[in-house]
């Protein structure tokens, strides 16, 4: 079969080369062949790429993104362990936009990073948006968005043809009353809703994506993750009162929403992105396999597998949809369909071979043979995950996820974050 396409990962949220390889190793031997950085440190990025690209490192091909959002984005410490150094917004790789800003310059700065798509992050109005996605398409550089970049909704996303729209949860924005996000445009509120998740705005959404052939990259595994280790912190005995995270609503009369927060959100728990990945296959809209969630330090396999047995056995998608999403739709979120994806004369020669059949189960997945990446071979056999040894700090990925989780958030189950590291 073609090889697998991760969609959603960070790896160099703080530059750490030995703990990148870690996890690049865990998945090309899992039969990732490529994959897709969704904002990070360039340059170590651009330094792996390298290493991937010549076949100096046992690693699948990387991609990575540039990173545009409003000014109000950049408090986040993520974008310091991001730009370490420099200072966030202002270095190529993730920049400060608004309605003044050369958009043919910033975009075109963007792609001398080799960055080969540009990801719309947070803060960006829809008008804005729009005008971002027309400049990227000119240069040529696909648009990779979140799904509801605050203040511009889902909607607003989807109208403007960027390639992929990430975090599937986001949906749940486009539900959001009106007069609820227009309170937040004036200021007076920034916090989690809770909303009909069966509005028909939503479906009018997946709708517009199925018409452009937006790929949804529905980032399941994210849900989980957090929900886990929220259960983890929950079980060390904290006060309800201190570890509620919805309870954040801000009354016109309370006090001014916190300048780091993005417009209002709309709650949507990880079974709920499973129903709303459900409805956007059922409309048609094809979805990606990103997990924007590392595997745990000991795991065998990445993080990847997991997204795919949850597309699998909770949404209900048949093996082949789920290795066409995989495959195929991986490679059209990247805006890469000549080049990867499915197994034709002229592409690469990506591929997984496999002791058993993969249509017949997801476990499946897991009889790795061998993997080939552009020609070159890798036996599942003589994989060693054996992490290096790090120098100076501990090892592990730090998540630069989902926007539901930006603030308060200690990095991730097993290691270092940014935020402890630079705040
Ligand atoms: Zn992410």
Known sequence: MPGLIESHTHLATSADRAAAEFELNRFIYGGVTTVRDMAGDVRALAELQRAALIGEIPVPDIHYAALLAGESFFVDPRTRASSMGEVPGRVPWLRIVGPDTDLAQTIAIARGTWATGVKTYASIEGLLLARIAAEARRQGIPVWSHTHVGPALPMDVATTGVTSMSHVCSLASAAIPDEVVAEAL???????????????????????????????????????????????????????????????????????????????????????????TRRAFEAGVLISTGTDAPAGRAAEWPALHDELAFLHERVGMPMEEVIRAATRNGALALGLEADIGTIEEGKYANLVFLRENPTAGVGNLESVHFILKRGRRFNRNESSLEPR?????????????????????GGTAEGSSAQGAFS
Request: with cysteine; charged share 30%.
């Open 186 to 276: 004036a200021g007076r509120r920034s916090a989690m809703v809770e909303v009909d998740l069966k509005d028909p705005r939503i479906d009018a959404v997946l709708e517009e994506m199925k018409r452009r052939g937006t790929v949804l990259d529905a980032t399941l595994k994210v849900g989980f993750f957090r929900e886990e280790r929220m259960a983890a912190q929950d079980s060390l005995a904290t006060p309800p009162a201190q570890r509620n995270v919805q309870s954040d609503v801000q009354t016109p009369d309370g006090p001014p929403p916190d300048p780091r927060r993005r417009g209002v959100r709309a709650a949507c728990s990880a079974e709920e992105g499973v129903t709303l």
């Open 389 to 409: 040894p790090v120098a100076g700090r501990r090892a592990g990925t730090t998540c630069f996820a989902a926007d539901a989780h930006l603030q308060g958030d």
